[in-house]
């Protein structure tokens, strides 16, 4: 059973993959907006992901197995590309602070499509999809005129990848590397939010202000500042 979230919210297990390809000027992601009229996130763009459903469950709480098979899901039916267990790269976790009004448990997966693959999206859920350099998302959220946003999930997986020249590269290194794991707590703050992740010197006592490693992102004002400093 998993645990539940401040005020008895759930933590609802789910799966994202992240995919990759090489593009004319460099490694880019694939992104997919969500159809405006949703209620949830509607409008925002995000990678191909949703809940893990119980026919992904090959074994009763085998959530790892779980992920990989709602992950591979959630991409079909979003994107309508398959991809199999081989191609993905258990990339990070992250679990939606206490406050939060629905909270995930989400598994992060890396996949490495082929440069000519084909996205449909679903017409549904899905409205559109993009393929971005992670440099160019950074400076379209720069942008105050531009309604491009992510949310920080999505924007701290673009930072892992933006120093990445290719494909390859980016993961033979991820796959070299632990999966991170984030369970952030939350700082308001005037015009957004602190979000402290563990490795974060204020993480336990919740302060920002203290000296020690830095692990965290703001989120102020629609913009993103991730910050890893004195972390391993």
Known sequence: MLDMGEGDVPI????TVVPVRDGPQGLEV???QRNRALKHMGGEWVFPGGRIDPSDYPVADDHDQAAL???IRETREEADVQITPEQLHFLSHWTTPEGARRRYSTWFFLAVLDADAEIRVD???ISAHRWVRPQDAFAEIRDTQSPFRLMPPTYVS????ADFR???TARAALGARPPRRYAPRMIMQEGGVCFLYEEDAGYADLVEAVSGPRHRTYMIN???EYIREGVE
Request: aromatic letters at 0%; a negative charge; hydrophobic letters at 50%.
């Open 12 to 15: 609802v297990p789910s799966a």
């Open 30 to 32: 694939l992104l997919l």
């Open 69 to 71: 098979q709602a992950a």
């Open 123 to 125: 017409g549904g859920e």
């Open 158 to 161: 673009l930072v892992d990848l």
């Open 166 to 168: 290719d494909c390859a």
């Open 222 to 224: 629609d913009q993103l």
